[in-house]
């Protein structure tokens, strides 16, 4: 698990697209990443990465120029995309072309969307391989 403070994960995920967020009836929010070029470099048939972020307290969305969105399925639909992250008090903010979402929870599990653990070390190999 990936501690809570670490952009580390979003900014390997940079150039991505957020297609699908939900959460379990639990605290966990799963977020789906799309990067076709970096997804390709792990041979398994999948095509998206996800995030499992436990305990997690805050989703929001901010398109620039617009109001906050924290309604999961409006910012699935917003499709945001992933420039750039940093640590912002206790939380991560992630810009991207059209606003920023911020995040709030205390763990990062990385996996693909196979269900296939991936290490921030792998991760980090393939994106710059």
């Known amino acids: 698990m990936i501690a809570g403070d670490d952009p580390t994960p979003w900014n390997l995920l940079r150039d991505g ?8 009836v639990t605290d966990e929010v799963t977020v789906w990443i799309d990067v076709p070029y970096l997804r390709a470099r792990f041979p398994d048939g999948g095509t998206l990465f996800r995030f499992r972020l436990a305990e997690c307290s805050e989703v929001t969305y901010t398109p620039f120029d617009e109001p906050p969105i924290t309604e999961l399925a409006a ?10 992250a940093s640590r912002e008090g206790d939380a991560i903010v992630v810009a991207g072309s059209a606003g920023t979402l911020r995040v709030r929870y205390a763990g990062l599990a990385l996996e693909l969307d196979t269900g296939t ?12 391989g």
């Open 17 to 24: 697209t957020i297609v699908r967020i939900e959460r379990s």
């Open 75 to 84: 910012i699935e639909s917003s499709e945001p995309s992933i420039a750039f």
């Open 117 to 128: 653990a991936v290490s921030l070390e792998d991760l980090a190999l393939r994106s710059h």
